[in-house]
Structure formats: structure tokens, C-alpha cells
């Protein structure tokens, strides 16, 4: 690679070496994964777009080549993210993986009675789905009042649903099928009519001139919407979704999705249902008792990927586990146990810290697996902060010096032995000893959990303390985050985590955080102009890409194109408005700046005391103007931090806050969390880095393993009691790292 560019990468060129295990490490911000994604990964993604494009003639528009010279060598790029799964419902983790398909073969042949093929067992189709749920497990029961307003016609907008106003597509369907009186209020329609509205059956009818399907609208609805995961949705059709139906296990199939006829075929007294319900620690022993000529190749590879859930920390999962439920952590690494069983080779593994969500005994065995794939033949790329990735590495590549605009260059690359006589930020906290707090804060409360039995939690009661930094730790699956998130009392309690920030494609930090309300009034006042035109959703917007700066182009069959706008060149507003200036900057200048550049820039008092905050929770370094989209989930996590900080919350709980932290922002953000306790407020942190439950005042350790072996709280007091404790696997690590 030469002269890369992009984002905050100062002209780096660098070898990377293939087939080896390569991982890239720096300060939070200093460029790692503009270099492995914004360049490897992305160019290796243009040229395949280039091939397709090609062969539909054109017809799909490229991706923007990388801001690099050169790129040679490259082979095909896998990325393997923390993105989430996808919003189908139907999808599980058995599907996501070869799992579900190896079940339904083994099931096929060896279940008694014997009811026909795989397709007997498939919730997906019609001979083995559950004809009352359609194999989604679930059923729906629809309020017709949250869908239409009696009082009016049709032609009034009876229909109050998303998508359904007068005039739409789906409303002239209803209007012009002449089975009703558009301009008849709905309460006076006929029971035959209101039936035929709501339920009844499919038929031909002509719409504007077209031959259509006429659907009722309970199916319609359902079929577009009630099947996708509600989590997945966003604003106004979210709402009118959790308005208008309430969802329960299907009566029928009992949630496994499946017919009277495949749950009556059975292997060991289980139909195949019930086995994809199990723990799949549980499952993998069941399987390893089968043994049959017929489908023994089947029985092994089955086996050989179970193990490998085991092995990466998700044993506690089942099979019928739905992929939209799953964290980033477990969706990433549930994409690896994808990769596992390929027979490719001599391909370029991508991934961007596969060690989140995993307590420290896990790492190892995360380090095997990726060792794994190199020793196949490929090569693998590790955006990672942790020392045990580091170590297990074939090549290290270290970024910086700082971050942002103070990173993006390579500070070093080689061994581990070399990393640490660097002298760079990583190679010193390399050797950085872990020390305990020795004077832990005495609590001023607690709040008390009784009794608790949510998912695999054994009748837990425990007192978490207050006025203090409490960590909860344990292996991942042990139920840390049900008890925590699921049986605290909420009075009183914010919590802060990294789910995706609902919002629209113009959406950045200075419009999520409020800063950009002020900046937009401060550019009004030096110019004497209205404070709209600052806005990407008002009359100051670029017409062609309306504000986003983007153009998106969604593509049915792959993933969607995103491609600087043309007309302001990425700057979101029109050439008028950019030749308005605060202090001789545009707002597009503005929306550039770092926080950090922000800081130096603005005087303004509303402004300044949230890029403190941002600056404290180690964001000094993300742009005003970044999308949303593109914060990774312990940022977006550390910038709603950055705004609760602003109020009167008493008890602030954090999922994993040090996700995506090197080494030295964890002592930032450590430090942080102190002075938040130190100024009167409690901290409950659910984490697994071992630098902050030693700096933690209380520990409860959740175990002793995960899923049914999970459940019970292990350990309750101090750090330095903690690593006397030799039944704690976190009392082990902890022991290990101060010793």
C-alpha cells in the first residue's frame, strides 16, 4: 500500500504481509481502521462492485475508489463486523450458520417416525412451517382501532397507518376496488364490508387502469411489516407498529415455528424443535451420542461447528435464537463460526475487535480460531486494543502517535518484543502494571435485587452498592446484563448503551448532542440571516442530495452505494449559504472540526460545556459533522454518557464502556468514572477489562459458567478480595495481571 489518504491517514504506506496474522493497534482515533477498512477492505469491496457492475452493463454504480496511490496483491476482503444481523425475523442463529440445514438432514433421516425430507422441517416452508404463525413462532393480534379512524372514509383517511394516506399507492387500491363507498364513514359499513376490509380474501381488481391483487388490510399489513423485527424500525412506523399489535408465543407450535407433523418425528424422545431450543453446549452433546453411516458426515461437521460456538464464548446460545436479538460481540463472532467451515483459502479476513463481549478466559480460545483461518491459508486482518491479541499475532502494526488529527500515521510495525521497547503510547501500557484500589469508597445505600429469575438467573438476590464504582463481571452468557439490565430497579437509573442512535441520515453529533442549535444562531447573528439556512433539513440545504452530503443509492440484491453528492461536493449546504462565515469559517468548516478543534474555535458558552463532555468521554477526536452511522458502539455508547453527564441522573449503568478503548483511553474513561462517583453520583459498569475491576470499589461476579451453568452470583466484594477467590475465573485473571 502507498499514499493512503483517507480520513485522518497522513500519505502511510505500508507492507502487509499475507497469510499471516496481522493486528493493528493504536489510540482510539488514530487511524486503524481507516487503514484496514477505508482502504484494504474497501478497495477489495470496489473491485468486486466494478466485476458486477460490468457484467449487468452498468446499470450499478461503483464505490468511490480509496484516497490511495496504490493497493496491489489484493485478494478477495471478507469483513467480519459488528454490525447486527439483519432485521428478518425469520432469521436464527441456526439459519445464520450451517447449523439449522445439518439439523433438518439429520432429523430427516434418522427421526421417528420417518415424515419425509429436510423441507419437512423447514420454518420457511410451507411443509414444514407452522400454518397458524407462518413459522415465525409467534403470532400477532392486530387493534383495528390503531389502524383506521371510524369516523371517516376512505377518501378522508380512514386508514391512519404509515404508507396508507389518500393518494398512495396502497390507499388507491382500496379506494378503486369498488367493494366499498370511498366516501362512506367506516362505523357505517356493513359487517360484510367491514370484513372485506380487514379480512377478506384475495381478488382481482383494477386500479389506475393496472391489473392488481386486492389484499385485505390485517394480511397486507402483516405481511409488510408484523413479520420484521420492531427493533429494526425506525420513528413513525416503529410507533404505529408497537401501537398496533401485540405479540405472543404462537398457541400452536408453542414458539418452535414448526407443524404437527415435523415436532412428530423425534430422535431421543426430542423433535427437532426442541433440540434447536437447547443450550448449544446441551445440543452438541446430543449429537455426539448419534452415530449413523447414513449421515455420519453430517453428524461430524455438526459437531466440529457446535464446538466452535463453544470455543469463541457462545455456548449459551440456541439454535433458534433470533439473529436480531443478538449483541454486536455475539453477532460478530457468530459470523466467524460462518467462516470457519469455508473451504476458501487464500482469502483476507477482516475483523474489527472479535474479542468484545468476551471475559479474558475466552480471548485464548479467540485466538486459536484465528489462528485457525490464518493456518488455512489466508490472511487476517485484527483492528484490536487487547495485549492477548497482540501477543498471539504474527505481525503488529501500531498507529498514531495521537489521535485524529494528531494520528494517522504508523508509529511502528513488527514484533511484540519491539512493540514494547517502542516507546510508543501502546508500548508502554504494554508493561503497565494493574493495580488494585486499595481504599475502596464505603457505599451510602444499595439497591436491592430479590429473587431474580430472568432467562438463566437462579433465584439471585443480591444488595448492589451505591455511591460507588461497582463492576459486574463474569464469563459472557453468565447473566451479567440480565441481572443488571433486566432486574435493577430503574428509579432513578439511566441506562447507557451502545445500541444504534435512532435518527435520520443527516444526523451527527452536533445535531444529536444540541450543539448545533446555538452554532446555527451564533452564524445567523454575524450575517444577520435566519438560523435556518444552517440547517441540512431546511432552506439552506443542498436540493440535490437534500443536506445528507451523500447520495444513496439502495440495491435489492446487495448492499446499498453510498457516493459523495456531486452538486456541494459532500458539504451538505448550497454555495450561498457556505459563503456566510463565523470568525472565517463556514458551517461546513464547523462541521468539519474535531472536537477538540472545536474547543479551540468556540468561545460560545453554549457550546462549550458539552465539548468538555464530549472531550472527557474520549470523543475529542470524531467530528461534529461525522454521521452517526459510522460511530462504532462504544462511541455512540461514550457520547450519550457525554449527554446524561449534563443532567441530575443519580445511577448511570454502562454496558461495556471500554469497548473500542486502547489501552490508555481506558484510564481516561476510568478516571472519569471516578469523578463522576466523587461528585455524588453511582456507576454500575458491566465489563470484563480487568484495569478497571481493579479500580472498581465493588465487584459482583456472575457464573460460574454461562447459560445453565451460569445464573448465580460467584463472588460479591473488593478487588483485592476478589483474587484470593480461586473459584472466580475473573478472580484468576485479575490474580494473573497484578501479580
Known amino acids: 500500500m502507498r499514499g493512503a489518504r483517507e480520513n485522518n491517514l497522513r500519505d502511510v504506506s505500508i507492507d502487509i504481509p499475507k497469510r499471516q496474522l496481522t493486528v493493528f493497534t493504536g489510540v482510539s482515533g488514530s487511524g486503524k481502521s481507516s487503514l484496514v477498512f477505508g482502504t484494504v477492505a474497501a478497495e477489495s469491496r470496489r473491485l468486486i462492485d466494478e466485476t458486477y457492475s460490468a457484467f449487468v452493463q452498468g446499470f450499478m454504480p461503483s464505490r468511490p475508489r480509496p484516497d490511495v496511490d496504490t493497493l496491489s496483491n489484493l485478494s478477495a476482503a471478507i469483513v467480519v463486523d459488528q454490525e447486527p444481523m439483519g432485521a428478518n425475523a425469520r432469521s436464527t442463529v441456526g439459519t445464520a450458520t450451517d447449523a439449522w440445514t445439518m439439523l433438518r438432514v439429520i432429523w430427516s433421516r434418522l427421526g421417528t417416525p420417518h415424515v419425509g425430507g429436510s423441507n419437512l422441517f423447514s420454518f420457511n416452508d410451507p411443509q414444514g412451517m407452522c400454518p397458524a404463525c407462518e413459522g415465525l413462532g409467534r403470532v400477532s393480534t392486530v387493534d383495528t382501532d390503531a389502524l383506521v379512524d371510524r369516523t371517516r372514509s376512505l377518501n378522508e383517511g380512514a386508514i391512519t397507518f404509515p404508507n396508507f394516506g389518500v393518494g398512495t399507492w396502497y390507499w388507491k387500491v382500496y379506494a378503486d376496488s369498488g367493494l366499498f363507498d370511498p366516501d362512506k364513514p367506516l362505523k357505517d359499513y356493513t359487517e360484510s364490508e367491514w370484513h372485506d376490509l380487514m379480512h377478506g380474501p384475495e381478488r382481482k381488481i383494477v386500479s389506475s387502469g393496472i391489473n392488481v391483487t386486492y389484499e385485505s388490510l390485517v394480511p397486507k399489513i402483516t405481511r409488510l411489516y408484523l413479520v420484521k423485527d420492531v427493533e429494526s424500525m425506525k420513528g413513525a412506523m416503529r410507533a404505529a407498529v408497537e401501537r398496533l399489535a401485540t405479540f405472543a408465543p404462537c398457541p400452536d407450535c408453542g414458539g418452535t415455528r414448526l407443524n404437527e407433523r415435523a415436532r412428530s418425528s423425534r430422535i431421543k424422545g426430542r423433535h427437532i424443535g426442541e433440540a434447536a431450543a437447547m443450550q448449544l453446549t446441551d445440543l452438541a452433546e446430543l449429537v455426539r451420542d448419534l452415530a449413523d453411516p447414513q449421515v455420519q458426515p453430517i453428524l461430524d461437521g455438526l459437531s466440529d461447528l457446535l464446538a466452535t460456538f463453544e470455543q469463541i464464548g457462545l455456548g449459551y446460545l440456541s439454535l433458534d435464537r433470533e439473529s436480531s436479538s443478538l449483541s454486536g460481540g455475539e453477532a460478530q463472532r457468530t459470523k466467524m463460526v460462518r467462516h470457519m467451515g469455508s473451504a476458501l483459502t487464500d482469502v483476507t ?13 475466552d480471548v485464548q480460545q479467540m485466538n486459536a480460531l484465528l489462528r485457525r483461518l490464518r493456518d488455512k491459508g489466508n490472511t487476517v486482518l485484527v483492528v484490536e486494543h487487547k495485549p492477548e491479541v497482540m501477543a498471539a499475532a504474527d505481525h503488529l502494526v501500531d498507529m498514531g502517535p495521537g489521535a485524529g488529527s494528531h494520528g494517522g500515521t504508523v508509529v511502528y510495525q513488527g514484533d511484540l518484543a519491539g512493540l514494547r521497547a517502542s516507546g510508543t503510547a501502546t508500548g508502554k501500557h504494554l508493561d503497565q502494571a494493574v493495580t488494585l484500589k486499595q481504599t475502596p469508597r464505603t457505599s451510602t445505600g444499595a439497591l436491592r435485587i430479590e429473587h431474580a429469575t430472568l432467562h438463566n438467573l437462579q433465584d439471585v438476590s443480591v444488595d448492589v452498592p451505591l455511591g460507588a464504582l461497582v463492576a459486574v463481571t463474569g464469563v459472557a452468557g453468565s447473566g451479567k446484563s440480565s441481572l443488571i439490565h433486566g432486574c435493577l430497579p430503574r428509579d432513578g437509573v439511566t441506562f447507557v448503551d451502545q445500541s444504534v442512535i435512532r435518527g435520520s441520515r443527516r444526523s451527527n453529533p452536533a445535531t444529536y448532542t444540541g450543539i448545533l442549535e446555538p452554532v446555527r444562531k451564533q452564524f445567523a447573528r454575524a450575517n444577520d440571516v435566519k438560523p435556518a439556512l444552517f440547517s441540512a433539513n431546511s432552506a439552506g440545504a443542498c436540493p440535490e442530495c437534500k443536506g445528507v452530503g451523500l447520495i444513496y443509492t439502495d440495491l435489492a440484491f446487495m448492499a446499498g452505494v453510498a457516493s459523495v453528492c456531486e452538486a456541494c461536493e459532500g458539504r451538505r449546504f448550497t454555495d450561498e449559504v457556505l459563503g456566510y462565515t463565523l470568525r472565517g469559517k463556514n458551517i461546513a468548516d464547523v462541521l468539519a472540526m474535531s472536537v477538540e478543534e472545536a474547543r479551540g474555535f468556540f468561545t460560545e458558552k453554549a457550546v462549550l460545556p458539552m465539548l468538555e463532555r464530549l472531550s472527557d468521554v474520549g470523543l475529542h477526536y470524531i467530528s461534529l459533522g461525522q454521521h452517526l452511522n459510522t460511530l462504532s458502539g462504544g462511541e455512540r455508547q461514550r457520547l450519550k454518557l457525554a449527554i446524561e453527564m449534563g443532567g441530575d441522573t443519580p445511577v448511570f449503568v454502562l454496558d461495556e464502556p471500554t469497548a473500542g478503548l486502547h489501552m490508555q483511553d481506558v484510564d481516561n474513561l476510568t478516571g472519569l468514572l471516578d469523578r463522576l ?23 459482583i461476579d456472575m457464573g460460574p459458567g454461562g447459560g445453565h451453568d451460569g445464573g448465580r452470583v460467584v463472588f460479591e466484594g473488593t478487588p483485592a478480595d476478589l483474587v484470593r477467590h480461586e473459584t472466580s475465573l475473573t478472580g484468576r485473571h485479575l490474580a494473573e495481571l497484578v501479580s
Open 349 to 361: 479476513y477482516v475483523f474489527d475487535e472479535p474479542t468484545i463481549g468476551l471475559h479474558p478466559h
Open 677 to 699: 462517583v466523587d461528585s455524588g453520583r453511582s456507576v454500575i459498569v458491566v465489563e470484563h477489562n480487568l484495569s478497571v475491576v481493579a479500580r472498581a470499589d465493588w465487584v
